[in-house]
């Protein structure tokens, strides 16, 4: 997928030729796998970071076009929102000193990338979804301008046939039905590569497929998304849905999602996976180049299978059966897809670790998982684990009862993959090191998605959401500098977050998001009702489509409630005949010096903040008097509110 020779499947002779090489690569794997043309009894690993940049106030810095040709190394390449880019690494023996090399190159290619992003006032962060995401950034300008990224948006677009609809609940609730397909690029993983010899493959593919559940609950770091907290690993409803194509009808037909966690046990071999995905869902993409797999094999030589390749791309399985050539010899590979970025470099090295340890170190046992666990008992554990990650429950063979993920992971799960690492001769060192960091975070509860919520709700507890947010990414890209594993940091302070404007320098960081609304065919003494109940001055009116009226005010009422003839007419009259049609109102990116301008110039207690005709936030002379009030605090305690970058203690150095 990351080359440009792709064509869109639109036309019926595109449809057929793609069509027609894809079965034809298909027969050629078949025939590979029956002449044993594999390698075998060699492992190789490889590993792909995702990152984020962040500019000087925390947020997503649309850096990519700027950094990377500034990176001429072909290991970095582009990712499809431009606040983010991918490192590949190169593939590499899976014995000795393996794990501590994998750490010490992606120091130093991150290290490269800091570097450049910040000539360009932004920083690389390693985070799941960064937690000061907002809606503006996910919108199409900020998607990466290469075809490939085009191609796929129309495709995504064309198919689903409406704007992309999201529902995720956690501690709060996202929903939204205007998205679109770039929401996919808020999530950044760092994803892992096991190749396994053709014999191995159904059992190993059958065994990640039962280990993802305590890997991911024991890594989870991405529980917020545009303000909203969510699941422990909330890239997993994210990404299924943000590309899902299916409509209505398709989904009570029980069409299967592009993004899945599979279906069932593989039986037979890797051709069982291609087969199913080939019949459930429809060409997408195809190359732009012919192969005729099957004559470069008569002729002796090893089909790259193209069409596979790029198909195979276009399935987004957690655990993704991947074809490879290294050094001109065909091999078989699972990629886990499952792992976030971050939250330090040391932390994803002991994620891979335990993966890898765990799949080298299957018991002679598991062999047949498929035997002993039901797949959709593998499958609700996989889901539980994003869901709550340590807090998971989990059904495992051999027990009559559910086992709790910590207790799973630490009796059986890590001495499995400590046994694994040993198999493939890791260094001693390197073992107790990694795996010592997955028993620590899992006895503490410590994952980097438990740092951000605790960190978030501490600060929250005295300043605004918005301000909260910065300062946990702020404390994330500190704690990632000094490089210690999560489960030893402290809590993120408001100090970190910078200076005044990265907290309130935009009007979106201080509404008020918590609102209580009326309808404008609601009674007016209903409204004096809300407003006497919930001691609140403001009450935005909207009409049936949700879209902002006005704001109805005290005052208003008081000179409604003042005049002699209301006083005395028995009618009864709606909210609409008191709201002014003029309703003062800006967009969530307008300055807050700006809006507060406006808001002195037109004489204005409340401005309403609006995403074309629909009602975001609210800013009161309230939320003024709380940003003065944190202002001053911070002039009291001898902190500058234009820069406090430097109150922080953490070190910086490499990431």
Known sequence: MGSEKIVMVGTKAVRQRCMQQLLTDLKALELMLERDLFERDIQRIGAEQELCFVDQSWRPAPVITEVLPELPDPHFTTEYARFNMEINLDPMLFSGDCLSQLEGKLRYYLGEAEAVARKHNAHVLLVGILPTLRRSDVELENMTPLPRYRLITEIMTKMRGSPFEFRIEGTDQLITKDANVLFEGSNTSFQVHYQVDPDDFVPA??????????????ATNSPMLVGKRLWRETRIALFQQSVDTRNTAELIRERCPRVSFGTGWVQQSILDIYRSQLARHRLLLGPSTTEDALKVLEGGGIPKLYALNIFNGTIYKWNRA???????????????????????????????????????????????????????????????????????????????????????????????????????????????????IIQERVETGKTGSQWILDSYQDLKKLHSKDEAQ?????????????????????????????????????????????????????????????????????????????????????????????????????????????VSARAFSVSPDTSTIEALALMRRAGLDCLAVVDGKHLMGIVTEHDFVMVAEQLLKEVGRGLSPIDQAGAHSAKTGSV
């Open 470 to 578: 910065v300062a946990t990414v702020a404390g994330i890209y500190h704690r990632q500098q000094q490089g210690d594993p999560v489960h030893t940091w402290n809590l993120a302070g408001i100090e970190e977050a910078g200076s005044w404007a990265n907290r309130y320098g935009m009007i979106d960081q201080i509404m008020s998001t918590d609102l209580f609304t009326v309808n404008e065919d609601d009674l007016v003494d209903f409204v004096a009702h809300i407003m006497e109940w919930r001691k609140i001055r403001h009450l935005p009116v909207e009409n049936d489509r949700g879209e902002l009226v006005g704001i109805l005010t005290a005052k208003d009422l008081v000179r409604y409630y003042s005049n002699r003839y209301c006083r005395e007419n028995k009618k009864k009259r709606s909210v609409k005949e008191l």
């Open 205 to 218: 593919y059958n065994w990640a497929q039962a280990v993802t559940a305590p890997l991911m609950a024991s």
């Open 322 to 436: 991947c074809y490879g050539i290294t050094d001109g010899k065909p091999h078989l590979r699972i990629e886990n897809r499952v792992l976030p970025a971050g939250p330090t470099i040391v932390d994803e090295v002991a994620n891979a670790a335990f993966w890898l340890g765990m799949m080298k170190g299957r018991p002679e046992e598991y062999d047949r998982i498929s035997e002993r666990l039901d797949f959709d008992h593998a499958k609700g554990n996989f889901l539980r684990a994003a869901h709550q990650g340590m807090g998971a429950h989990f059904r495992w063979p051999g027990l009559n009862k559910q086992i709790a993920s910590p207790e799973l992971i630490l009796k059986e799960m890590l001495p499995i993959a400590r046994e694994g690492l040993q198999k493939a001769r890791i260094e001693t060192a390197d073992i107790d090191r990694y795996l010592g």
